[in-house]
């Protein structure tokens, strides 16, 4: 079992960063691939990034490829998504999700954090 709590969320106008953290509570984490979805009112919920346990390999979404960095702390359990160059189109609420291997697919994923709202202003 694993618990997650995000936080980092907010109001940042366009341009701006923000870094996402997400917590985990439970044994092995670094057994877990890590990642992060968003969900923006009215659309589903989409792949941003992901990391595996070790933090060796790194997966993103083509719409954040080279703004958004996924790392991880295996000695704190503790993930992050650091979120540069912010865009309206980013704007939603993000989710972090934990899943033993590897995997862009939100239905894959077991244990989710609760979500931290991203609004981001133009």
């Known amino acids: 079992q694993v618990q997650l709590v995000d936080s980092g969320g907010g109001l940042v106008q366009a341009g701006g960063s923000l870094r996402l953290s997400c917590a985990a509570s439970?044994?092995?984490?670094?057994?877990?691939?890590m990642g992060w979805f968003r969900q923006a009112p009215g659309k589903e919920r989409e792949f941003a990034a992901a990391?595996?346990?070790?933090?060796?390999?790194?997966y993103y979404a083509d719409s954040v490829k080279g703004r958004f960095t996924i790392s991880r702390d295996n000695a704190r359990n503790t993930v992050y998504l650091q979120m540069n160059s912010l865009k309206p189109e980013d704007t939603a609420v993000y989710y972090c999700?934990?899943?033993?291997?590897?995997?862009?697919?939100?239905?894959?994923?077991?244990?989710w954090g609760q979500g931290t709202q991203v609004t981001v202003s133009s």
């Open positions: 999700a934990a899943r033993r291997g590897i995997s862009w697919s939100a239905a894959d994923y077991n244990y």
């Open positions: 990391i595996t346990g070790s933090g060796g390999s790194t």
């Open positions: 439970g044994r092995a984490f670094s057994s877990y691939a």
